[in-house]
């Protein structure tokens, strides 16, 4: 969603005249769009917007000044310490509030403002004011959903983002065929709880994930359809059919499962146990037996006994992913989970995150290994390290590098894959 939500300000900007820079020396504006979502990720700004500052510094002995700005979730948790701890920040938006960024670029360049710091949660969608949206490759994501109203305790999302907001079904056909028209073979449909969309139609009645992905797969041109992320106890069996009907919709699906413990997932206020999500997973399998499963998992949470996390272990063993993110629990001021007894010291949540990841990446090395010999569609969608090389995905997500002039870029391009690793693949181009 961040990149997404960049995205948009970058083409704020350049409706604005900006260029983009490839060295922050030379850059008039610099903007952090931030995460909250773990401590590492929002201590990051602070040492990004120090270096920022001396930048700032060494261009104005050359008499230029730099306009500062963050924006995103942190801003919406820690406007105060912002402002304490980098008092030179020009502005700060909160991650609904981007959308003012042209007028307030502008106010801080004409100097009418000084210091600008806007975190409100307003009633109107930020999506109402967002630019034109155009395909800057291949592959684009298309945000349709914002917002959560699950509150799991270790989360930050439902105060940085605030409630769920769906937007229109008109709306999103209308970006999916522009970001086709220009350019997208696979659009990525995101929300933070992406399949509890309930947009309207044009007649006002409220329309779930699977009738709106239905109505994008019949985008002519349009090849790839993917959404992410999902919460487990609102995959509905409309959504399941899409799996099996649906030929864009790529087989592949992360769907975080968070803990393989009951009483954990209870403590995180999930709703679903264990069991219900293994039985999404088998009817998801049903509806296409090709489909690889991808989760995040949070080990070390307040109160997670070793057998807890046995169980996690055992979901591994079982679904086995083809992909997944793990974290260790960071504990986040204003959640419940940040108060709760039993939190697990640092040196078991690194041991068990070891654990986690040894077996998820042999299950993701061994899927990838199984990958060699078979022919795949693969979309390339960036210039590889080596001069004449590409790097594009298949259906499943995984990375592949293929020595292809850049007239392949942007395609979707049968390849054999020819060797593996755990995090990518090599082909030729058939
Ligand atoms: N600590 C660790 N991981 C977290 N996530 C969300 N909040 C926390 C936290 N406090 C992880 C979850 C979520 C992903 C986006 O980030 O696994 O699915
Ligand atoms: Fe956070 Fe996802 Fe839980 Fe919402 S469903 S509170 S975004 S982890």
């Not at 864009?248 to 968070?258: F, T």
Request: charged letters at 25%; hydrophobic letters at 35%.
């Amino acid at each position: 969603m961040n990149v997404y939500d960049s995205n948009r300000m970058a083409v704020m900007l350049e409706n604005m005249g900006l260029v983009k820079t490839q060295n922050q020396r030379d850059a008039d504006v610099v903007i952090f769009n931030t995460c909250h979502i773990r401590e590492k990720a929002a201590e990051k700004v602070f040492s990004d917007l120090g270096r920022a500052y001396l930048i700032k510094q060494e261009r104005l002995e050359n008499g230029k000044d730099t306009i500062i700005g963050v924006t995103g979730c942190v801003v919406q948790a820690e406007d105060k310490e912002i402002l304490k701890r980098a008092p030179y920040v020009d502005f700060a938006l909160g991650p609904l509030r981007y959308f003012r960024l042209k007028e307030v670029v502008e106010a801080i360049f004409n100097e009418r403002e000084k210091q600008l710091l806007d975190t409100q949660f307003s009633a109107v969608s930020k999506f109402d004011f967002l630019p034109e949206n155009k395909s800057e490759s291949g592959c684009s994501y298309l945000a349709i959903q914002e917002g959560c109203n699950n509150f799991c305790t270790y989360c930050v999302v439902p105060y940085t983002r605030g409630v769920e907001v769906s937007r229109p079904v008109e709306d999103v056909l209308n970006e999916a065929k522009r970001l086709v028209q220009t350019g997208s073979l696979e659009l990525n449909l995101l929300g933070q709880n992406v399949n509890s969309y309930h947009g309207e139609d044009a007649s006002g009645k409220e329309r779930n994930l699977a009738y709106l992905l239905n109505k994008i797969a019949e985008i002519d041109g349009l090849q790839r359809i993917r959404y992410t992320t999902s919460y487990p106890a609102d995959v509905d069996d409309d959504l399941i059919q899409c799996h099996k009907n649906i030929v864009k919709l790529m087989p592949y699906l992360h769907l975080p499962i968070q803990s393989g413990s009951d009483a954990i997932l209870k403590k995180m206020n999930r709703r679903h146990t264990r069991d219900d999500y293994l039985r999404v997973v088998e009817k998801l399998k049903e509806a296409n037996p090709n489909i690889g499963m991808s989760s995040d998992f949070i080990v070390g949470f307040p109160g997670e006994t070793d057998e807890d996390f046995q169980q996690t272990l055992d979901v591994v063993n079982r679904v086995k992913y083809i992909q997944a993110f793990s974290f260790k629990y960071s504990r986040r001021p204003g959640t419940p989970a940040a108060v709760m007894d039993g939190q697990i010291d640092e040196k078991v949540k690194k041991d068990r995150l070891q654990i986690l990841q040894d077996l998820l990446f042999s299950y993701q090395t061994k899927f990838n290994l199984d990958s060699i010999g078979k022919v795949m569609p693969v979309l390339f969608e960036n210039k590889g390290r080596h001069k004449g090389q590409l790097v594009g995905r298949t259906p499943y997500m995984q990375n592949l590098h293929a020595e292809v002039d850049n007239s392949f870029l942007n395609k979707i391009v049968e390849v054999r894959v020819t060797d593996a690793s755990t995090n990518s693949l090599s082909g030729e181009v058939i």
